[in-house]
C-alpha cells in the first residue's frame, strides 16, 4: 500500500468513520443490495478515488458522500477483475452469484 494511503487507513478518524458508515448501512453491500442480494459487506470504498493530491482532505476521505460500502466481489469488480460466478464464505464453501 502507499505511504498516503497506509497513512489515511491507520488514521483514527478513518475508523471511526469507516464504522459509522458500516453502521449506517447495516453492514451490508450497497452493490449486492441494489441487486436485490444480502452480502455482508467488507471494505468502504472511496468513489473519488484517494490518491496523493487527496489523502489529507477530509471532505474526500471523510465525506459518507464519497462512501460505498462493498463486499469483497464487488470491490475487485469495480477495480477491473474479471466476472466470477461464485464466491466463497469464510468457510470455503460455494456461493452462487448469478
Same mark, same amino acid.
Given at each position: ?52 493530491? !487527496? ?7 471523510? !465525506?459518507?458522500? !464519497? ?32
Amino acid at each position: 500500500m502507499k505511504e498516503y494511503a497506509t497513512r489515511l487507513y491507520n488514521a483514527s478518524a478513518w475508523q471511526k468513520c469507516r464504522a459509522a458508515y458500516m453502521e449506517k448501512v447495516g453492514y451490508l453491500c450497497e452493490d449486492c443490495l441494489a441487486r436485490g442480494i444480502y452480502t455482508k459487506a467488507e471494505i468502504v470504498h472511496h468513489i473519488i478515488p484517494i490518491d496523493e493530491t !487527496n489523502a489529507d482532505d477530509p471532505s474526500i476521505t471523510l !465525506n459518507f458522500d !464519497n462512501l460505498r460500502a462493498v463486499c469483497r466481489y464487488c470491490h475487485a469488480a469495480e477495480h477491473g477483475a474479471k466476472k466470477r460466478r461464485y464466491i466463497t464464505d469464510e468457510m470455503g464453501r460455494i456461493i452462487p452469484i448469478d
